[in-house]
């Protein structure tokens, strides 16, 4: 079964009760297009939500248009998160769709994929009409929802999934929790065939997880505290690979932190089977050694691994078996984690700092090139079914307006999300988003970052 992509502004968004979008023009920045093969200077035309052309610097006309002065910009093609939990309904003190998707636009993000593991979680049609209704009224970016493999996402019976589909979810996941059963994932995975979404799993085994709270290795015996190993992760992933080959399905890997989980995915996609994959910001710049200081804002499942482990990641980033960076945008409230580690809520926020903390940690040293990054950032789009952005003619206009050179403190302005549990806060990055343009519509401008019209 293959996907059918559709475009990002198919997903709910205010946008698309907006009116029509005017004219646009970024003039003379640096235009980064991988999948177009370009890195050159240009004006870049906007018209009706879509690219119209790109010309040589100074060169097009701004005649009424909006105009962006980017000499010493850089655009590119705007990011797609599959992955991130906006925490409507039920925990809205945490993150809603308005919060959530403006960090989202703030980020550099044209579209976001939203979890289902909320309360109650999101496993009857209802509940995806009701949040579709909320994104169309609130979200400043496109906005997706999943809704659960398995009724409550406890794991036994399969939700509706068809009428789950019909609603407009845009695939299912009981992310928070694996999907133990490999009987139930085997009758999800037939199901696939006829609902023709997707399947993101998060992939541990409980049993071999239990009673841990980090990453299983001398950091953990040295802290003395309960870890996960790495082949709770790999182990799942190579059950389920193996499931979804006998049925002939395709299935999406959620956020990869080990190198035997690196292996598995090779060998799964070597012998033919249809998975994609996804790794966080965090699980490539940091290791285990954070948790040292026991600053709660480094727990997070899967938990931060071995050097070996990032190092792996960043190669399988670079070649490919990785297919995309996910951010899993955990937020939670400061009183489930100002406690004892242990004790604390699992997750990090991500979506404002993602480009930066990657660009300043592994493409300004030269471990991986820019287009790479850009690339990645936005290929999470296809692996459930969007077409990524990309600049050219013709083009839904998803843009992400940055300056490379400027340096901030992340948190120091604050943020767009409602919750501040950023494993970054206080880091100087280097790489800002300035501006983001969702299908035409500018959707984010940082305060300080002027526009005007020709």
């Known amino acids: 079964m293959s996907l059918e992509l559709r ?17 646009l023009v970024v003039r003379a920045a ?44 850089a655009v590119f093609p705007a990011f797609f998160d599959p992955h991130v939990h906006l925490r409507t309904p039920g925990h809205e003190d945490k993150e809603d769709v308005e919060t959530g998707s403006r960090a989202a636009a703030a980020g550099g993000f044209c579209g976001i994929v939203a979890m289902a593991n909320t309360a109650p979680p999101v496993d009857n049609a209802a509940h995806v009409a009701a949040l579709r209704e909320q994104a169309r009224k609130q ?24 009428d789950l589909a019909a609603a407009g979810a845009v695939g299912f996941s009981d992310d928070g929790l694996p999907i133990a059963s490999a009987r139930v994932l085997r009758r999800a995975l037939s199901y696939q065939r006829l609902v023709g979404l997707p399947i993101a799993l998060h992939e541990e085994d409980p049993e071999l997880s239990a009673g841990g709270w980090m990453h299983e290795g001398a950091v953990s015996a ?60 965090h699980h490539l710049v940091l290791t285990d050694e954070e948790v040292r200081s026991l600053d709660s804002r480094f727990k997070m499942n899967p938990p931060l691994r071995s050097e070996a482990d990032r190092e792996a990641l960043i190669d399988a980033l670079r070649s490919g078996t990785i297919d995309c ?8 409230t400061t009183n489930e984690k100002e406690v004892p580690f242990e004790a604390a809520a699992m997750g990090v926020t991500g979506l404002e700092t993602a480009f930066s903390v ?41 843009l992400a307006l940055v300056d490379l050179e400027a340096e901030w403190e992340a948190g120091a302005e604050g943020w767009e999300s409602r919750s501040e549990n950023s494993c970054f806060a206080g880091r100087r990055l280097h790489g800002r988003v300035l501006t983001t343009v969702a299908a035409g519509r500018v959707a984010y401008r940082q305060r300080s970052f002027a526009m005007g019209v020709a």
Request: proline share 6%; charged share 20%; with cysteine.
């Open 139 to 162: 979200a400043a970016v496109p906005t997706g929802f999943m809704a659960t493999v398995t009724a409550g996402m406890r794991g036994g019976e399969l939700a509706e999934m068809a």
């Open 30 to 73: 640096r235009v980064v297009c991988p999948r177009e093969g370009i890195d050159a200077g240009h004006d870049l035309v906007v018209r009706d939500g879509e690219i119209a052309e790109l010309t040589a610097p100074g060169a097009a006309e701004v005649d009424g248009a909006e105009v962006i002065e980017a000499e010493g910009l």
């Open 325 to 332: 960076i996910a951010t899993d945008h955990a937020p939670h």
């Open 7 to 23: 475009p990002i502004s198919a997903l709910d968004w205010r946008g698309t009760e907006a009116q029509p979008a005017g004219d």
């Open 358 to 398: 990657v660009y300043t940690e592994l493409v300004r040293p030269g471990v991986l090139g820019l287009g790479t990054v850009v690339e990645r950032l936005g290929a999470g789009a296809e692996a459930l079914g969007f077409v990524p952005s990309r600049i050219a003619p013709g083009a839904e206009a998803n």
């Open 222 to 281: 040295a802290l003395g505290i309960g870890g996960i190993p790495s082949v709770s992760e790999s182990t799942m992933i190579a059950r389920d690979c193996a499931l979804a080959a006998f049925e002939d399905a395709r299935i999406h890997v959620q956020h990869l932190s080990a190198r035997e989980s690196v292996e598995a995915i090779e060998a799964a996609k070597a012998a033919g089977v249809r998975v994609t994959c996804e790794a966080t910001p």
